[in-house]
């Protein structure tokens, strides 16, 4: 695995002629890369230090509208400046753009150098280093399925999104013959990521016409979401450059399984896993449960930051593989939490709820803060459920819609006391302001349904 490039090995390349261009990356509410492109020498002779950008990028909406209610950004306030500061541990090539390498920010205010409470990154380093101050790393992996479509992004545009023809044309799980179709598209994928320093380790077919799935090694919790984000970012950009298009969109038809971004997790301890214990039940430890039983009591409380939108919320659906309850199972797909490798040293729990427009570092720093509050009230974790889950009326529903899923953010005692009232009234805002958007628009459905007949 290539390593990333160090700041030394970053000057000599741009010495050589090598490297001439350098993205200097936040990531935005929605997950998104924002920033800027430096000339390599600029940056390198003085932008390594720092750089500026307005404020509202973490306060717009997918539109990049500046929605009003913001209490951190706004008309009346000026929409003043940001710090972006290099994480020089994050440099590394981008080896799909020719000359291009890369850098990750912390957001930091413009005037007292603060963090940004609200950063997304810099809530996952805040829940990483909670951990660390209970003795704990935390260790996660994002799967991150996607569909891939013939068309390029512009025609699909100008087209209003109507011919939704995938590169596949029957469900392709596992299925070698028809991922080969893909293969111009997804071995550029694997290969860059790689020598960008990203330890993917494969991909494969999803139980969809043209649904892929990229799996990424596991990681610390902010070098995971890292690379989720990257990999998201290129998956995209490698669609876009071979003259066809990719989208994570979670649900694209009411008759097409959706796409999710399962998020695996466990707590380590001194380089040995914390969730393990050879001689309990399953090979899980006291503290494995207590963080499990957090993930599931406060479930409802952060679903806003696994499922964003008013689309996300249509995954979840009997017997489509996206869970309806918050019931925890032993390798169950049924499940909101799968127990994954019990009775080995790698047991850990893999949330399936999270769809695959689900901001990673919001939505590892949401359930790290959950199950490190399980722990530390020493929540007992119930017994797991068996067969089909979606029949069941002992757990508790995942929150239907993102109205339920606001209603839940905006009165989490968790995650206020987690995050701090000032960042989850900003989230809240960011739900109301999608949910409102939505409520404006005027679907084809309702057209369709009453045009005539009502």
């Not at 710090?83 to 994050?90: A, F």
């Not at 490698?238 to 999710?260: C, D, E, M, Q, Y």
């Not at 909101?336 to 850990?348: E, H, I, K, S």
Request: proline share 5%; hydrophobic share 40%; aromatic share 10%.
């Amino acid at each position: 695995m290539p390593a990333v490039l160090s700041f030394d090995d970053l000057k000599m390349s741009v010495d050589e002629g090598r490297i001439d261009t350098v993205l200097v990356c936040l990531t935005d509410m929605q997950g998104r890369l924002m920033g800027k492109r430096f000339h390599a020498r600029n940056f390198v002779d003085h932008s390594y230090k720092e750089t500026h950008c307005c404020n509202y990028l973490l306060a717009t909406d997918l539109e990049m509208a500046t929605p009003d209610g913001y209490a951190s950004s706004s008309w009346a306030t000026g929409y003043g400046d940001y710090t972006m500061r290099p994480d020089l541990s994050t440099l590394r090539p981008v080896p799909w753009l020719e000359g291009t390498a890369m850098v990750m920010c912390d957001v930091l205010d413009h005037h007292g150098h603060a963090p940004v409470a609200h950063d997304p990154r810099g809530m996952l380093k805040a829940q990483v280093a909670r951990a660390e101050e209970m003795g704990l790393s935390s260790i996660m992996a994002t799967e991150l399925e996607f569909f891939l479509f013939e068309k390029p992004l512009e025609v699909m545009r100008a087209e209003g999104y109507r011919d939704l023809a995938t590169l596949g044309k029957y469900n392709e799980d596992y299925h070698i013959f028809q991922t080969t179709k893909e293969e111009a598209i997804l071995r550029p994928v694997r290969n860059h990521l790689v020598a960008a320093g990203i330890p993917v380790e494969g991909t494969k077919g999803e139980a969809e016409a043209g649904q892929e799935e990229l799996n990424i090694r596991y990681a610390d919790a902010l070098a995971c979401a890292d690379h989720h984000t990257i990999a998201k970012h290129a998956v995209k950009e490698i669609a876009w450059a071979t003259g066809h298009s990719a989208s994570f969109l979670p649900k694209l038809a009411p008759n097409r399984v959706g796409s999710s971004s399962h998020v695996h997790q466990s707590l380590w301890r001194d380089g040995s896993p914390a969730f393990f214990d050879e001689t309990a039940d399953l090979g899980m430890s006291a503290l494995m449960k207590s963080y499990m039983a957090g993930l599931i009591a406060y479930a409802p409380d952060y679903t806003f930051f696994l499922a964003p939108y008013v689309n996300s919320y249509k995954r979840f659906a009997k017997g489509t593989f996206a869970p309806t309850r918050t019931a925890w199972s032993v390798d169950n797909r049924t499940a909101a939490f799968r127990l994954c490798g019990d009775g080995t040293p790698g047991v850990r729990v893999e949330c399936r709820i999270g769809g695959s427009d689900l901001n990673p570092y919001l939505a590892q720093a949401a359930m790290l803060a959950a199950g490190l509050q399980g722990i530390e009230e020493g929540l007992e974790l119930a017994p797991p459920m068996d067969g089909d889950i979606y029949d069941s009326d002992d757990a508790t529903e995942v929150p239907r819609n993102l109205r339920d899923a606001t209603e839940t953010l905006r009165g989490s005692k968790m995650l206020r006391a987690a995050f701090g009232d000032e960042v989850i009234d900003h989230y809240t805002r960011c739900a109301e302001w999608e949910q409102e958007e939505f409520d404006r628009a005027v679907t084809d459905w309702e057209i369709a349904r009453g045009f005539e007949k009502a």
